[in-house]
């Protein structure tokens, strides 16, 4: 039987709160990136890693054109990051923040 839009997705959000619960609970980075290499294609892992990236970089404050010389990620996706991290969520902020070797300034 197909699932009507809202069932899918209550689904959805079901599988979006167990794969937090994993990602939380697993030991090390080491484990986190083994799921990561398990769940995403390699296409799927290097445009998530790419976004990672722009957003430290944005954060450092380098400009668009000086991130896209660096990482070779387009304007647009560039632009579309920078737009999230200001008016997101507040995920890639909470992220960031979690990383050890944050400068203070950039928090």
């Not at 839009?5 to 599988?15: F, L, N, P, S, V």
Request: glycine share 8%.
């Amino acid at each position: 039987m197909k699932l009507n839009h809202e069932q899918h997705q209550e689904a959805q959000q079901q599988g979006a709160n167990s794969l937090a619960a994993a990602l939380r609970r697993l030991p090390d980075s080491h484990s986190v990136l083994a799921l990561l290499d398990d769940l995403c294609t390699p296409a799927e892992l290097e445009a998530i890693v790419d976004r990672w990236r722009v957003a430290l970089l944005l954060d450092e404050g380098h400009h668009y054109r000086e991130i896209h010389d660096l990482t070779g990620v387009s304007v647009t996706t560039i632009g579309r990051v920078a737009r999230f991290v200001q008016q997101g969520t507040g995920g890639y902020r909470q992220a960031m923040d979690c990383l050890p070797d944050k400068p203070s300034g950039n928090r």
